[in-house]
């Protein structure tokens, strides 16, 4: 072989070496390695423009401002926990985007809740839906059965409230203490350091909704509800059992039990001497209520301070359709600095 053939062919060489550590390098800074995530770099890869969904949901300022906001109607459902942000944030998407309407759709047979609505979305009854939950590896197995994958995408936080008759005069709780009360270990308020009471204990059923699911894999610890635990039917039969019972005590959203002027809200904590108000101190006695109202306590919440804190998800399928950009475009809405403030506003914890 020639001197020149022998440079020209080590020329090549390099040419090709230097290319394929380039094409190496653009592979692994763009997080490609794993194909499944690409999804999550972009609003849709069939219905998208290529905005990339962390800037739709962390620059947008007003929902003017969320791209690629779809035209038609969209069924969703789910938890009924979000019935507050339902309330006051979806009346003011259409007066911006007019062509994206919403319809909260219920279970024909089930009781409506973070379970329900993603069985419902994994069955194609709807385009996305709201839960006080995760999703379970159960549901995801479904998804990937059916051709396609879910994702959760954090709106909101929450705090969960536990709430008991006015007449029971303690500090507040531990979580092993409430623990203890659910399955059925501790039942007299005076194992507590409160009256010679028995201990009422009420729940919806496991089957209701995320918050109970929540409640017993977080509090319970995976445990079995006890059979000393009465099931209500939801939140307001739960709290009026309560106010109506001087041994109650029953557990939810503390946007729905800390404003109530029936039923107290109780500190919580890992330990006796470290109780955190779910509330405002100082606490408004309820006698001061419907005039005055306990707030919630923001900063512990949002900060974790405060025990027992779960985040709200909007559920999407990751299918290339349709679906998939309203459940984007929704939790875009939500994640804008307007929809943060909307959720605010409905009593709960905003992300930013």
């Avoid at 763009?30 to 962390?54: A, I, P, R």
Wanted: charged share 20%; aromatic share 8%; proline share 7%.
């Amino acid at each position: 072989m020639s001197q020149k053939t022998r440079e020209t062919a080590i020329l090549v060489s390099l040419l090709l070496i230097t290319a394929g550590l380039i094409g190496a390098g653009f592979w692994w800074a763009s997080g490609w390695s794993g194909l499944e995530n690409v999804s999550d770099l972009f609003v849709g890869s069939q219905v998208g423009s290529g905005e990339k969904l962390q800037e739709a949901q962390g620059k947008a300022k007003t929902f003017a401002e969320v791209p690629n906001v779809p035209s038609g109607l969209f069924n969703y459902g789910g938890s009924t926990t979000w019935a507050p942000i339902r309330k006051i944030v979806d009346p003011i998407i259409p007066t911006t985007w007019s062509q994206f309407q919403l319809r909260y759709t219920n279970p024909a047979s089930d009781k409506p809740g973070s379970g329900t609505g993603i069985k419902m979305l994994l069955e194609d009854q709807l385009a996305f839906s709201q839960s006080s939950r995760p999703i379970e590896d159960e549901e995801y197995q479904k998804a990937r059965q059916r051709g396609f994958t879910l994702k959760e995408i954090p709106v909101a936080i929450d705090g969960i409230a536990i709430a008991v008759h006015p007449s029971v005069k303690i500090p507040g709780l531990t979580v092993a203490q409430i623990k203890g009360i659910y399955t059925g270990k501790i039942n007299n308020w005076k194992q507590v350091g409160g009256p010679d009471l028995p201990v009422t204990p009420y729940s919806r059923s496991r089957e209701a909704g995320g918050t109970v699911e929540f409640f017993i894999e977080n509090v319970l610890e995976g445990g079995k509800l006890g059979s000393n635990v009465k099931i209500v039917s939801d939140t307001t039969s739960g709290l009026r059992k309560v106010a109506s019972d001087s041994g109650g005590i029953y557990y939810a959203s503390s946007t729905q039990v800390v404003p109530q002027c029936n039923v107290k809200p109780l500190p919580i904590g890992y330990q006796p001497d470290q109780l955190v108000p779910p509330y405002q101190e100082p606490f408004v006695e309820l006698s001061q209520c419907p005039n005055r109202r306990n707030l919630l306590n923001r900063a512990a919440i949002q900060s974790g301070e405060y025990p027992i804190t779960r985040r709200l998800f909007v559920i999407i399928k990751q299918n290339g359709q349709e679906d998939e950009q309203a459940g984007r475009a929704y939790a875009a809405l939500l994640l804008s600095a307007q929809g943060q403030e909307l959720i605010k506003n409905a009593g709960f914890i905003s992300l930013r």
